[in-house]
């Protein structure tokens, strides 16, 4: 029995010893008992027929909840063409097009979407294969390092804290340090930039809308970044580029963030897919993979997977990344949904979901318990003070199925009282209204 696991006693001793725990189980324990060791009555010896109707029965058991958080990822409609499409078997079943004789398809949609990336975000160029957009941001920073030759980052604290941890962990093993950029009045502290920004920093990370919702305006700070000899990263939720200033039009140097919101559904928190996009100057240090067009010797069209480091591959102490396996049906779903809206549908989802938070918040401001935290433009999230119980607020919705808002207090206990709400083009004036009413209720 397990035969061909290759890991012996010692190497998983000396592995729990390294990450600070005392056995595999606890890795596991945020898990509560009764999921860790559930009871789907499933009969042994049963029809097909049978067998369906015990699922569906236990799928039944799952609510149903309308989501009113975000925070990095968002209900957007997802057309049921896509699916159709990525689930065809050449396509769920696609690796690595190293031959592209054979690969055609999938290169060419690799093409289309990078082609996507790049005119969305008005960079030179963009890859393909990142995971999502957290380790997007920490690949270009990567990339930062790798360039510039230097080991520090300066990070904004108004990032997506999910987004900091993940850098954090990529940092501990490679030396790298953060340095943090205070947040004043819920953006990102420009003077406090400035005076942490030197010839030492590599790189500057940045976020628009950030954690809070609120659209930032970085373009003032290009000069300062630049004159340091240190790169600008900018991390953006994909789809609001096709409505909000692009990183082409603010001098950025490395784009990057989630494409969640081009197609792709919650699925409970993934997968989902990071964008990566840049200037040719840098093109080479990119992580992933860069699909071209060119023409054969008959002179017809054709797809080719054009450039890639292969020190990915082979040296991966030496490599600037190690993504090497080809994570292009989400893609390819990416893809699909902009052919099928087109530019303006793409557009007006988006101004639909700028203009149901606007109105979320309208209304909950009317309410006496309820406060913006910030006078300042927001997109999809915005973020209330209130002055009752947030357990409770979150236990009465999910009474009324509604899920959310995020209490921001279980990532800092100085946020206590601080709630964040989300809204896309999904949620009805009915539904919003409904979430209001619960609340003033209370």
Same mark, same amino acid.
């Given at each position: 029995?397990?035969?061909?696991l290759?890991h012996t006693s010692? /190497?998983?001793?000396?592995?729990?010893?390294?990450?600070?725990?005392?056995?595999? /189980?606890?890795?596991?324990?945020?898990?509560?008992n009764?999921?860790?060791?559930?009871?789907?009555d499933?009969?042994?010896s049963?029809?097909?027929?049978?067998l369906? !109707?015990?699922?569906?029965?236990?799928a039944?058991?799952n609510?149903?909840?309308?989501?009113?958080?975000?925070?990095?990822?968002?209900?957007?409609?997802?057309?049921s063409?896509?699916?159709?499409?990525?689930? !065809?078997?050449e396509?769920?079943?696609?690796?690595?097009?190293y031959?592209?004789?054979?690969?055609?398809?999938?290169?060419?949609?690799?093409?289309?979407?990078?082609?996507?990336?790049?005119?969305?975000?008005?960079?030179?160029?963009?890859?393909?294969?990142?995971?999502?957009?957290?380790?997007?941001?920490?690949?270009?920073?990567f990339?930062?390092?790798?360039?510039?030759?230097?080991?520090?980052?300066?990070?904004?604290?108004?990032?997506?804290?999910?987004?900091?941890?993940?850098?954090?962990?990529?940092?501990?093993?490679r030396e790298?340090?953060?340095?943090?950029?205070?947040?004043?009045?819920?953006?990102?502290?420009?003077?406090?930039?400035?005076?942490?920004?030197?010839?030492?920093?590599?790189?500057?990370?940045?976020?628009?809308?950030?954690?809070?919702?609120?659209?930032?305006?970085?373009?003032?700070?290009?000069?300062?970044?630049?004159e340091?000899?240190?790169?600008?990263?900018?991390?953006?939720?994909?789809?609001?580029?096709?409505?909000l200033?692009?990183p082409?039009?603010?001098?950025? /140097?490395i784009?990057?963030?989630?494409?969640? +919101?081009?197609?792709?559904?919650?699925?409970?928190?993934?997968?989902?897919?990071?964008?990566?996009?840049?200037?040719?100057?840098?093109?080479?240090?990119?992580?992933? !993979?860069?699909?071209?067009? +060119?023409?054969?010797?008959?002179?017809?069209?054709?797809?080719?997977?054009?450039?890639?480091?292969?020190?990915?591959?082979i040296?991966?102490?030496?490599?600037?990344?190690n993504?090497?396996?080809?994570?292009?049906?989400?893609?390819?779903?990416?893809?699909?949904?902009?052919?099928?809206?087109?530019?303006?549908?793409?557009?007006?989802?988006q101004?639909?979901?700028?203009?149901? +938070?606007?109105?979320?918040?309208?209304?909950?401001?009317?309410?006496?318990?309820?406060?913006?935290?910030?006078?300042?433009?927001?997109?999809?999230?915005?973020?209330?003070k209130?002055?009752?119980?947030?357990?409770?607020?979150?236990?009465?919705?999910?009474?009324?199925?509604?899920?959310?808002?995020?209490?921001?207090?279980?990532?800092?206990?100085?946020k206590?009282?601080?709630?964040?709400?989300?809204?896309t083009?999904?949620?009805t004036?009915?539904?919003?209204d409904?979430?209001?009413?619960?609340?003033?209720?209370?």
């Amino acid at each position: 029995m397990f035969k061909y696991l290759p890991h012996t006693s010692e /190497d998983i001793k000396e592995m729990l010893e390294t990450i600070g725990v005392s056995s595999i /189980d606890e890795l596991f324990k945020e898990i509560p008992n009764d999921l860790m060791d559930p009871s789907f009555d499933v009969p042994k010896s049963h029809s097909e027929l049978e067998l369906r !109707r015990r699922m569906n029965e236990l799928a039944n058991k799952n609510l149903a909840l309308i989501p009113f958080v975000g925070a990095g990822a968002y209900d957007h409609y997802t057309p049921s063409v896509i699916r159709h499409l990525i689930e !065809r078997q050449e396509f769920l079943t696609a690796y690595t097009p190293y031959q592209p004789e054979i690969s055609q398809g999938t290169l060419q949609y690799i093409f289309e979407y990078q082609s996507i990336v790049a005119e969305l975000t008005q960079m030179d160029v963009s890859n393909a294969s990142m995971y999502d957009g957290a380790t997007a941001t920490a690949e270009a920073m990567f990339m930062a390092t790798a360039a510039r030759k230097k080991q520090i980052v300066l990070v904004s604290k108004t990032m997506n804290p999910n987004i900091i941890n993940v850098l954090k962990t990529y940092t501990r093993y490679r030396e790298l340090e953060i340095v943090f950029i205070d947040e004043k009045e819920g953006q990102t502290d420009l003077e406090d930039l400035s005076s942490k920004i030197s010839k030492e920093v590599a790189g500057v990370i940045l976020q628009t809308p950030n954690y809070y919702g609120i659209i930032e305006d970085f373009s003032s700070v290009k000069k300062r970044i630049e004159e340091a000899k240190s790169l600008f990263i900018l991390n953006q939720d994909l789809a609001s580029l096709s409505i909000l200033q692009t990183p082409g039009s603010m001098g950025v /140097d490395i784009a990057v963030g989630e494409a969640q +919101t081009l197609g792709l559904p919650l699925s409970y928190g993934g997968p989902y897919i990071g964008y990566l996009a840049t200037t040719s100057k840098l093109m080479r240090k990119m992580p992933g !993979r860069i699909c071209g067009v +060119t023409t054969d010797t008959e002179g017809k069209r054709a797809y080719v997977l054009t450039l890639q480091a292969r020190e990915q591959h082979i040296r991966r102490e030496k490599a600037n990344s190690n993504i090497c396996s080809n994570q292009s049906l989400l893609a390819l779903a990416v893809t699909v949904y902009t052919a099928v809206m087109g530019k303006e549908g793409v557009k007006e989802a988006q101004m639909n979901s700028y203009k149901a +938070t606007h109105y979320l918040a309208e209304q909950i401001n009317k309410l006496d318990t309820f406060e913006l935290v910030y006078d300042a433009d927001f997109f999809k999230d915005v973020l209330f003070k209130t002055t009752l119980n947030e357990e409770i607020v979150e236990e009465a919705l999910l009474k009324e199925g509604i899920l959310g808002p995020l209490q921001l207090s279980k990532f800092d206990s100085s946020k206590k009282g601080q709630l964040l709400f989300s809204a896309t083009e999904k949620r009805t004036k009915q539904e919003i209204d409904h979430l209001v009413q619960v609340l003033e209720a209370l």
